[in-house]
C-alpha cells in the first residue's frame, strides 16, 4: 500500500462550537458541564463540515441532505484520488480495480463511475462501489485490493463521507446521537495498493480477516427518514470490539506465536481505540496515529483509517515492523489486515544509521 492521500471540506468546527449548539437546542439530559466533559471524553477537538454548523443544524428534507453530501463526495473522493495516484507515481491508466466506499450522499451512476470518469480511468476498468459498511469501508477496501491486485494490476481505493448532512439538532435528541454530533466529520482518503513492493514507503499487507458477530445488527447503523439521514448506536458496541477481536486467529491470547508492534485503528471514539488496543495487547506510544486524527479530524466513516495510515507515513514504525489495521463497523462487524512497515531504502538507510 503506497502511501495515501486526504481531502477535507474547509469549515473547521471545535467541539465547544457543537456543545453550545447541544445546549442550546438539546437541554435536556446533560448539563452544560456533563456534556463538556462527555464531549472531551470522545477524544475530538476539532472537526471539519462542508458548511457552516449553522447551516448544517437547520432542519431540512432528505433530498436536500442528499444532493449536498453528493456534490461534496464527488468533489472529495476525485481530489483524493488524485492525490493518491501522484503519491503512488502510478497513471490513471494503468489502474485495474477501482473500488469506493461511502455511506452518505447516494447516488445513481455511482461514486465509483463517475469518479473514474472524471480522473481518466479506463473505460474497462473493474469498479466495486460499497455503500453499507460505514467506518469499515477503508479496511475493507484495502483487504479486497491486496486480493485483487496481484490478478488485476494496482488498485485505487477511494471513500468520502458527508457526515454533516445528518447533523440536524432537531432530528433526534438521545445519548447516542449527541455522541455522534460531536463526533462525526467531513472529508475523503485515497490510496493505491499494488501488486509488487513499491520503491518509495509502503506498507505490506499480510492477511486479512472479516468478522461478522452473530445477533448485533443493532449495535451500529442508519436509518433514512423524511428528515435527512441518520446514525443510530448501542452501549454495546463498545463491548463489541473486544468481543470480534478475540475472534481473530492472530489475536488470540492462548498462542504466543505472533504480537503486534503496532495498530493503525480506525478511530470510532477514544474509548473505541483504547479498547482495540487494549484487546491486541498494544504498548502505550505504538498507536498515537489513530488519537491524532480523532483530535484533529472527528470521524469521517470509513475513509478516516485511510488518514490514520497517512499519519503513520509520517511517523512511522521501525523497518520492518509488524502490526495490524482495524476498522469496526455496522453488522457489528470488524475488518483487519496484518501488514508490515516497509521503508524505502533510503529512509531505512537513514534509519540503519541512526
Known amino acids: 500500500m503506497n502511501r495515501p492521500a486526504g481531502a477535507h471540506p474547509p469549515e473547521e468546527i471545535y467541539v465547544e462550537e457543537v456543545v453550545d449548539d447541544l445546549v442550546r437546542v438539546q437541554p435536556d439530559g446533560f448539563t ?5 466533559r462527555f464531549a472531551h471524553n470522545t477524544g475530538v477537538k476539532k472537526k471539519r463540515f462542508a458548511r457552516p454548523l449553522s447551516e448544517a443544524a437547520r432542519p431540512a428534507l432528505y433530498e436536500d441532505l442528499n444532493a449536498f453530501a453528493v456534490e461534496w463526495n464527488l468533489k472529495m473522493t476525485k481530489e483524493s484520488a488524485i492525490k493518491a495516484l501522484a503519491n503512488a507515481g502510478i497513471p490513471a491508466a494503468d489502474i485495474g480495480v477501482f473500488i469506493t466506499f461511502h455511506l452518505t450522499g447516494q447516488m445513481v451512476p455511482g461514486l465509483a463511475d463517475q469518479t473514474a470518469k472524471d480522473i481518466g480511468l479506463r473505460s474497462d476498468v473493474i469498479t466495486i462501489p460499497t455503500t453499507e459498511l ?3 469501508g477503508g479496511a475493507y477496501a484495502l483487504a479486497m485490493a491486496n486480493r485483487l491486485a496481484p490478478h488485476h494490476g494496482p488498485v485505487l481505493v477511494a471513500g468520502s463521507e458527508v457526515a454533516s448532512s445528518t ?3 432537531e432530528r433526534d435528541r438521545s445519548k447516542g446521537h449527541k455522541a455522534f454530533k460531536i463526533l462525526f466529520g467531513d472529508g475523503a482518503a485515497a490510496a493505491v495498493v499494488t501488486p509488487d513492493r513499491p520503491a518509495g514507503d509502503s506498507f505490506e499487507i499480510v492477511d486479512s480477516w472479516q468478522e461478522l458477530l452473530p445477533d448485533t445488527f443493532h449495535y451500529y ?7 435527512g439521514p441518520g446514525f443510530n448506536g448501542s452501549p454495546e458496541a463498545l463491548g463489541a470490539v473486544g468481543e470480534a477481536m478475540a475472534r481473530v486467529p492472530w489475536f488470540d491470547r492462548d498462542r504466543d506465536s505472533w504480537r503486534p508492534e503496532f495498530g493503525l485503528l480506525h478511530p470510532g471514539s477514544a474509548q473505541i481505540v483504547e479498547k482495540a488496543a487494549a484487546a491486541a495487547g498494544l504498548e502505550p506510544g505504538t498507536y498515537d496515529w489513530a488519537k491524532e486524527v480523532l483530535a484533529h479530524y472527528g470521524g469521517f466513516g470509513g475513509p478516516t483509517l485511510l488518514k490514520v495510515i497517512e499519519h503513520a507515513f509520517d511517523a512511522p514504525p521501525p523497518p520492518d515492523a509488524e502490526g495490524f489495521l482495524a476498522a469496526p463497523g455496522p453488522g457489528f462487524r470488524l475488518e483487519t489486515s496484518r501488514v508490515i512497515w516497509r ?6 538507510d537513514v534509519c540503519g544509521a541512526a
Open 32 to 36: 452544560r458541564r456533563g456534556l463538556t
Open 134 to 136: 460505514g467506518c469499515a
Open 167 to 169: 447533523y440536524q439538532l
Open 221 to 227: 447503523g442508519a436509518s433514512f427518514a423524511s428528515t
Open 343 to 348: 521503508p524505502s531504502a533510503a529512509r531505512a
